[in-house]
């Protein structure tokens, strides 16, 4: 809201139940993000979802919702997560062994000069970005 200071706790009570990804093949997506993130799948109805990933016994993080979806994807989507790492060395390793499972390395024209993010697209061409936490911008 403009005008609106960032750092007041009034208002309301809301807080994200889940991310909905749209995807074309359901079981390809739980499947590649469970492996991914460690999330196990849920799919007794939660929400109102077919199938819902949540961090492993109920574990802290945040839920994704899959949602069947046949929308082409966007080459710069104004919505994408941000998987965060500790260091370059562990942003180096986690890319690598998520495109060992099927996500594949975007080339991405946005980068800016000293980056802390590498671009990976999920198999459903979802974009989502590792970031390094330790990265100091110059």
Known sequence: ????DPGCQT????????VALGVGDVDRAAAFWCEALGYE???????GW????????GG???KIALQRSETPQQDHPRLHLDLHVSSAAEQTAEAERLMAIGAERVSWDSYPDDPDFIVLADPDGNRFCIVDLSHAPD
């Open 11 to 18: 208002g309301p009570m809301l807080s994200i139940g889940v």
């Open 41 to 47: 799948i849920r799919t007794d109805g939660f929400g």
């Open 50 to 57: 077919a199938a819902v990933l949540t961090p492993p016994a």
């Open 60 to 62: 802290l993080g945040t």
């Open 1 to 4: 809201m403009p005008g609106a």
